[in-house]
């Protein structure tokens, strides 16, 4: 999910208001990712925004988004880096939350009103036995609270007007939902690994209710964005620097291919980059003994590089590597060494 503003310089105007000329983007363009470790009170949109009027950026957005309440790892993805947000928000994703037992609350988290309570606290012993229901493939109640579009309209929009929400069941993935820390009866921390769309709040929510009682999350902390883990993080009052202060440099920037560690790469020619470039798939057997083992061919995702240059994403499917993203921004190689 990416969310986009303007802001920076202004725009050439026309002349004698009789022929439109090409008018120039705001900002500079900048290609890259910044991960912010983002603390709790702000919105997602809300750092996107600062960080892109510090950067003076013409195009940003985020990979995933984190609930005001949460803190930890948000990806700021800069120009040509808005192409590969998809596939950072398709990669595993980790979590820690502190679920507090005995009050649901409307939005599912602290920040919400309390909606009922209950006086009973499990034991680990029942949390641990409810733990396998959550964990594979599951269906899952998204919160009420949340962007999901009912008739047209954002859930939590209804939710505020005092409207009542039901939301359908979404399918989720949970690789790992784990007790590891139990500091009260009334809490309890857990850890998590999950694809994509899978809500925190809802976990808590439902485990709690199979355990016997109701409950929220009291804290929430995302520890890794596919490939994009803790020691990538950047404190966000450390980049908003006093106006005195020269801005933050863009070689906090990581490469647009970071987002891409985990796909197979694939080696073309000058001439097949140009094909790629001009929406052309290529054959697979005229790719024969190139293409990565890991590249799954029904299907599958690779990375098409021309010397070492990032070049796009192509899906590989009935004999044909099809172009799906193709990066041109202008200024890659300054951002990240792939300049096509």
Not at 72 to 89: C, H, I, N, S
Not at 112 to 139: S, W, Y
Not at 161 to 180: N, S, T
């Amino acid at each position: 999910m990416s969310e986009r503003s303007g802001g920076g310089r202004g725009r050439p105007g026309g002349h004698g208001g009789h022929r439109r000329q090409n008018r120039k983007p705001k900002g500079r363009p900048l290609d890259g990712w910044l991960i912010v470790d983002k603390p709790s009170g702000i919105g997602s949109t809300d750092v996107v925004n600062k960080v892109k009027r510090l950067f003076d950026a013409q195009k940003a957005g985020h990979g995933g988004t984190l609930d005001p309440l949460a803190t930890g790892l948000l990806p700021v993805a800069f120009g040509a880096a808005t192409k590969t947000v998809p596939y950072v928000m398709d990669g595993t994703k980790t979590y820690r939350f502190t679920l507090r037992f005995g009050e649901a609350r409307d939005t599912d988290d602290a920040d919400g009103q309390v909606i009922a309570t209950d006086a009973a606290r499990p034991t680990d012993d029942q949390i641990n036995a409810a733990l396998p229901a959550f964990r594979g493939d599951i269906m899952q109640v998204p919160p009420i609270y949340s962007a999901i579009k009912v008739a047209g309209e954002r859930a939590y929009d209804l939710a505020r007007e005092g409207q009542a929400v039901e939301l359908a069941p979404r399918p989720a993935r949970v690789d790992r939902f784990e007790l590891i820390e139990r500091p009260g009866a009334d809490t309890a921390i857990f850890h998590v690994e999950s694809g994509k769309g899978v809500y925190m709040r809802s976990l808590a929510r439902d485990l709690a209710k199979a355990c016997g009682t109701v409950g929220h999350i009291a804290a929430l902390r995302r520890l890794r964005v596919g490939p994009f883990r803790e020691e990538h993080g950047i404190p966000l009052d450390k980049l908003l620097v006093p106006g005195d202060t020269p801005p933050p440099s863009p070689d906090l920037l990581l490469p647009v291919t970071t987002a891409l560690a985990d796909i197979p790469a694939l080696a073309v020619s000058a001439a097949e980059a140009t094909r790629l470039f001009q929406g052309q798939a290529l054959s697979l057997v005229d790719l024969m003994g190139r293409v990565p083992d890991a590249a799954d061919p029904n299907g599958g995702l690779v990375r098409a590089m021309a010397g070492g240059r990032l070049i796009g994403l192509c899906r590989l499917e009935d004999g044909w590597m099809h172009p799906e993203r193709v990066l041109t921004g202008e200024r890659l190689e300054e951002a990240g060494g792939e300049q096509p």
